[in-house]
């Protein structure tokens, strides 16, 4: 893999990069309404959540979008992005060479201290705790090939002191559609404070965001690392817009970094409400197909359209949507 | 007892330094002559790390030459394909590959489960877990456990589940005696090295008309910065055999367009006898590489060149024929159907296509 040194990776302060206050509140008035326009007409407001996933499922695997969520139930691909994450972690403080010997220790310091508190900082620690030899063997070998890739994509001694590592989601929830959730997953978050100059406020605490998808880049990558900003600075108004996202993908040794502008926000504020359009849409085509005499003559459509939330504009409803989507993909 | 169907053949020692086991001509898919002994601890891994040539140096023209030749091998597929990329998995590839004879059914190398092929399932989750835990607690259990801990290998648990108790008590006589092996064998690897299990590769080909996917099931070493620094280990818990080789093989070819540094050896480690066969990666090893992996793409793609029975220059299975005692060969080459050779042994990974 080829070695990504983020300290030596380009100049990050472009003074013409810089992501105001007002052009923040352009870029949110962008997303609240196209996100009312794309559900207007609904009775009841849908529950979407928009993730990095979700927007790249929406380009690249339109017919999977409205299909039913698979019951959650922990895989080790699951457990490797965080427990990774804390083994670089712990790597980078210098409590390990690196992560092959890391999972295991920061594995077991997690049970333990929800044996001990209760307090689960991971979420699995119940299931791991669970697992005999060979699973959780499983399960650390999985996230030894994980942060592994990560150990090698960075200068630590650099990007170390100012990284910090997972961390709570960024979560925003459009005003006036209470259900439509915009969630961003970065992997790291590295200060660029240091690197700012005392005098400018504009940039002091901002970020740069780094994540870390497996397969390859998409033709859209652009728009997707973005969204990351996009949904850091909206959840958090007050504090700078992150200044760069870099997007590492491992299994195809491609890394990739847009320097965030209203340009691109604006971009990635059109995929958001297309992607929540769709999903829309595909919801509504999922609840009117039983009512189709065709497929299912026993059924009453009119007790259906009594069942569905969607029922009282359904009819109207997937023409008005695909209409957005239509103008919003060009 | 789990059999192996190809157990017969000769082999042939290189000599190639005190206490080697590699092999020329990629396997020969025969176990080891009485009183050889496998490599073991350090002489394994120094068998690993020194190739007896030098480590290739990173070589940004080479990583480039290869993407244009592949990119020009493939031109035509890029232009009159549509729809979805063509993914290229190490099995698809040698099924596209072989001839008449040898194509399987299904025409994709999904092999039906058997035994051999559980046993190969179990064996390679044990060796993941050696490399990353170095223990076990009881082999088969443990491997059922790490197998069955998502759905992903769901059919092969449940043939195993479903075996009688005289049928599972084999199964796992053979996975006990298999972990041993690894056991013995296998010493702690230094954390420094990195070593990593499982590792997805992708790469895009044909203006990303063509996906190339593969694993390696053991990486080790950081990414190269001026030499390559980096090996790959494929383990199969079947007898060596020459398609073995190019399914290492075609994992380089993969590092070196993902990392731009080939690796600077490829190695494929037998759980059933405990040989190594080990190759330096070299100009030639990549181009021979991605001479067959275009040849397999064009075999792939709907109406491509599939090659008549018998007469296939990249079928691994005529080439395991060639080690085979002359009236089985003889019986091989001949292009009638229903001379069809056993199914294959273990192949330590299900393929991915087989899988829920």
New interface residues.
Partial sequence: ???TCVAASGAVDRPDGVVTADDLSAVRALVVDGIAQAVSGLADGPSVEVTLSSLRRARTEPSSIGAPYEEFAW???FVRRSLGLAAVQACVEGR??????A??PVADDAVDQWRRTGWRTFHWEPWFAG????????????A??WA??L??AFDWDDAGPRARFGGADDLWTCPGNSGIRLKGRCEIRLDRSGHTRPTDRARRGAEELVSVS???PG?AVDEELAYLALVAALCAPDRPVPLRVLGL?P???ERHAVHVDLELLRRAAARVVVSVAETVDARVRVRQEPVRPARDPAVDPAQVAANSSFAPLASGLPAAVSGISSTMSS | MITDPDSRGTRVDTGVGPGTTARVGGGSATPPSAGWQPLAGPALLDRLRVTGRPRPSVDAALVGNLRGYLDRGLDDVAATVGGPATVVTGHRLTAALACGIHRPDDGVGCPPISAPLACGALVGVLFRQWVTTGSFDDPFDDALEGLSIDGHQAPVVAWIEGLSAARRSELRAEVGRQADGIRQRWPALDPAWLPRTREPIRVELAHGRVELAVRIDLVLGRPAVLDASVALVEVTSALLRPGHRDDARLGALAETLRSGAPPFAVATYSTRTGELDVEAVTPELLVGAANRLVAGVRAMIPGGERSAAGAAPWCAGCAAELFRPAASTVTSVSPVRAARPAAPDVLVDVPEELAA
């Fill in positions: 893999m080829t070695v895989k080790p691909v390990f060479r690196a992560p092959s010997v999972v295991g697992l005999g030899a060979g699973a959780r063997a499983a399960v650390l070998a999985e030894v090939t592994s890739a150990w090698v497996s397969g390859l033709d993908w299994d195809a040794g």
